[in-house]
């Protein structure tokens, strides 16, 4: 295998897709569901690749063009094998919500610092944790990988490529239930990335204020902890949200003057700690610490603010799931603006008790007289007030414009209530 390994250091990069081929790249034919790649490894040699791998013995010619039984576990042991190379801290994010947000945020602190690697964007699964490991160059000091999971042993597997020597669970909530069966299957999932940790006796940072988590770890010596509590190495308090987050942290020998992010969300109080730790760990300067938490702008319509001709726009709809739902329901709820009004879509993969957790959903905004609009067919089974689909929204609100509103838009990327915002 290592022979093969070697066609990736005489390439210039990696392609997994025969459309972006780079002049003398190795392209690895992924054959997917959806997609075969095998057919398209002739093409991306005419295209510039200088080696294709591929899973059909009939178009390897030992040449330019090489054979594996299985392309895709090729792809996982390289990256794992081209990891092994780098003797530097690799951080394991995992976590049910915030994961990418976290991400940034630790990102921000120790780029003050350290020359880092992050996963761009949500390239988390089982082909993006192993193409981002591949980008790993003698430049890099540090690097930050995400992982997500839609089924048991999937952090298990991700942690086997990327070997990761500290940890951080966000927090464990409903997400991707259909493959999770229920909450004890995503809570057994996510710690998969503990158990890792744990056996190779990493540092693993941990939310004291969350009892399910901190009673998980409790027995391992090699953590650090984060609360609201006083026995833990970051203190943080929340001040105020104005509605961007507004937060003060002590550690053992500082305390923070009161901090202004741009991030909207006391969701994100948490997440902001998790970076301020991970800082503390690698001797980021306190200042340069509440600098980058400071300055970092979120993007990708997560916790983002948005002033249109017409209205306030609260944006966090790149995904949805139900605690992430609640959070930000329970937020955008003790806003001090006035005329506040949810778009809420669809939270999508939640199997058998996606009525239940949309119902809770629909109870909660009722009984808090939260104005609400719901848009996906899930929610308009529950609120015959509801929209099927943006578009049918859109014919209404042609003719029932919002105006002078703080509209927060929240849920699943399926439903992409993104394409609402030109039109609020």
Known sequence: MEKLFSLFYQSSGISIDSRTIQKDSLFIAIKGDRFNGNLYAEKAIQAGAKFAIVEDQSISNEINIFWVENSLLYLQKLANFHRLKFNIPIIGITGSNGKTSTKELINAVLSQKYYVLCTKGNLNNHLGVPLTLLQLNDKHELAIIEMGANKPGDIKELTEIAEPNFGIITNIGKAHLEGFINFEGVLNTKLELFDFISYTKGGFIVNADDEILNNATKDYSRRMLYSTNKNSAVQGKLEGLTPFVELSYTTE??????????????????????????????????????????????????????????????IDCYNANPSSMLAALESFLILKEQNKIAILGDMLELGEESKEEHQKILAYCSNNKIEFITIGPIFQCLNKEGFNSIEDYLEFHSKNKLSEKTILLKGSRGIALENLIAYL
Do not use: C, D, W
């Open 253 to 314: 020998n500082y305390e923070s003057p009161s901090i202004t992010t741009k991030m909207i969300g006391n969701y994100n109080f948490y997440n902001f700690l998790v970076a301020i730790t991970f800082g503390q760990i690698f001797k980021v300067s306190n200042h340069e610490i509440n600098e980058a938490i400071s300055n970092y702008v979120p993007s990708n319509n997560r916790s983002q603010v948005l002033k249109t001709n017409n209205n306030e726009l609260i």
